[in-house]
């Protein structure tokens, strides 16, 4: 079979798909599933067609008071993922390579982990207020998993990496910047993109419970006021965030460690 | 000169008992000598070859260079790693050659001429810009070759180099390295459980005992330079390669028993 083909082919099954998952949310919310008994019933989900009405809408008479909701959720979740990767990045480095810096501070990394970064919320909220307590959660969702991998990049350092290192005349810093830091860094992107996606997440929960503005705000008060349509609208806007956020990270981690693309193939 | 002196290494065991690698292990290399170390697999080649290079401190006994004790790592032991794990899969093959030259204070753009000359050496000009992954094992191999030349070293550690090769890439590089070391002062101090490789290469060949190894016998090998393919052929030289295996042959007999009594 020609490679046109199955291009065509593949194109033909992915498309289906999609119209698949149309037909299947259409035929929820138009024919519905109902049941008195168990208390469900998917015709008070709005359809395609209500969606796309709300959404011109919204762009369209209210598009300010969105662009600050997708502002607010978009600031609070980059300053606290920046804020996540500059600590927690060299943080990392450092608890991975020297065991001073480890036995200080892997404890507390370690008691406070387990922690749902949602879990937080009260405490900072009562200290700090919202606009702090929404940076700080995504922060705190972001910190762990960058830390972890950055810890995990640097064990993924072989001795004999070392040794060559060190037989090639190489000090220890020069061993931790030409060696650690480039070894460990396909591990720390795998970090910084978990961590991009867990942000995303803690946002939203976060400003469902606690928010004044952004998109998970939004979709909790559409909700309350009884506009799905709009809830949806929501969903849609951070699915597009998210997703362009982390093939940002994707892209920055494909330009920066360029030997990874011929890894893993034939030799 | 190289001297180990009654050189003991006792390793621990994860449970904490004494597992001795090498033992009692006496040697002089003269400088410029290419020597070649032979001996069953884990005798404890390897480990002599650590302590060269200064990764480990033999447990008792000295290592000596030109009569001072062997310190820490330094690029003036340079060291050829069995696999090409050792190679930096980040750099391009340049920038691993310039490494060496930049850790010892050069100048990039001297480093970069230092590179692509011993990258020359080994016919690696047309990769420069390659990743390590790109490349075939037997290239892999000769930019280790180039990145630890690249120092100047006194001495050179081969730690199995062409273990993992094919027979043809093989038999070119060992060619390709006699050819290195006849035209420089170099001490080689290389290891190989490949005795034909051994009779090939080097001025003198010793056989480790299984282990705990120790030197079980030495030969001089006169067989002259410019040595090749015809070389091989000879009757000198396989005279010498079917003494050397004979004796390799008991320890590996005496190894394969020990794993067995392990396992038992």
Redo the contacts between chains.
């Keep these: 079979m020609n490679q046109s083909f199955l291009k065509y082919k593949q194109n033909i099954l992915r498309g289906t798909s999609i119209v698949c998952l149309f037909i299947i949310w259409w035929l929820l919310a138009e024919v519905g599933l109902k049941s008195d008994l168990l208390g469900f019933d998917t015709t008070r989900w709005p359809t395609a067609w209500q969606v796309i009405q709300a959404g011109h809408n919204l762009l369209t008479e209210q598009l300010s008071t969105m662009i600050r909701h997708i502002g607010s959720s978009l600031y609070r979740v980059l300053v606290g993922f920046i804020l996540a990767a500059i600590l927690g990045v060299p943080l990392g480095l450092g608890i991975g390579w020297n065991q001073i810096i480890r036995d200080l501070t892997f404890p507390i990394i370690e008691i406070l982990r387990p922690i749902p970064p949602l879990a937080w919320i009260p405490v900072i909220l009562i200290a700090f207020g919202t606009n702090t307590t929404m940076i700080f959660i995504t922060f705190i969702g972001a910190f762990f998993p960058i830390v972890l991998n950055s810890i995990l990049g640097v064990h993924s350092v072989?001795e004999?990496?070392v040794?060559?290192?060190?037989?090639?005349?190489?000090?220890g810093m020069?061993v931790f910047k030409?060696?650690v830091i480039?070894?460990a860094?396909p591990s720390i992107f795998t970090g910084l993109s978990v961590g991009m996606g867990i942000a995303w997440i803690s946002i939203v929960a976060a400003e469902m419970i606690a928010g004044n503005y952004g998109l998970g705000y939004f979709i909790w008060s559409m909700y309350n006021t009884l506009n799905y349509s709009q809830v949806v609208i929501g969903m849609i806007l951070l699915g597009i965030l998210g997703y362009l956020c982390s093939t940002i990270i994707r892209y920055l981690g494909v330009k920066l460690?360029?030997?990874t693309k011929?890894?893993g193939?034939d030799? | 000169m190289i001297e180990f002196k009654n050189v003991d290494k006792i390793y621990q065991t994860p449970e904490g008992e004494p597992f001795p690698a090498v033992k009692n292990i006496s040697l002089t290399i003269n400088e410029g000598e290419f020597v070649t170390i032979l001996g069953p697999s884990g005798c404890g080649k390897s480990t002599s070859l650590r302590m060269l290079?200064?990764?480990e401190k033999p447990t008792s006994g000295e290592v000596l260079i030109d009569d001072s004790p062997v310190g820490?790592?330094?690029?003036n032991?340079?060291?050829v790693?069995q696999?090409n794990?050792?190679?930096?899969?980040?750099?391009t093959v340049k920038e691993n050659v310039m490494?060496?030259p930049l850790?010892?204070g050069k100048d990039p753009a001297e480093a970069k001429e230092i590179a692509e000359k011993n990258l020359a050496l080994v016919g690696l000009l047309d990769h420069l810009e390659q990743?390590?992954?790109?490349?075939?094992?037997g290239m892999q191999q000769r930019v280790l070759i180039a990145?630890?030349l690249?120092?100047n070293p006194d001495i050179l550690l081969m730690d199995e180099p062409f273990g993992a090769l094919d027979a043809l890439t093989k038999t070119l590089l060992q060619e390709k390295l006699l050819e290195i070391w006849q035209e420089s002062d170099i001490t080689i101090y290389f290891i190989t459980h490949d005795v034909e490789e051994a009779v090939f290469l080097s001025q003198s060949i010793h056989v480790m005992t299984a282990h705990p190894g120790s030197i079980k016998q030495s030969w001089e090998n006169n067989l002259p330079y410019p040595r090749d393919l015809e070389l091989r052929e000879s009757e000198e030289f396989r005279n010498l390669k079917n003494e050397v295996l004979e004796a390799i042959y008991e320890e590996s007999v005496t190894a394969a028993q020990q794993k067995i009594a392990q396992i038992i």
């Design positions: 072989e004999v990496e040794r060559a290192a060190e037989s090639l005349g190489a000090d020069m030409e060696v480039p070894k860094l460690t360029p030997w011929f890894q193939g030799k | 290079a200064g990764f820490e790592p330094n690029s032991r340079a060291v790693f696999d794990s050792a190679l930096f899969e980040w750099k490494f060496g850790a010892c990743y390590p992954a790109q490349l075939s094992g990145r630890a690249a120092n």
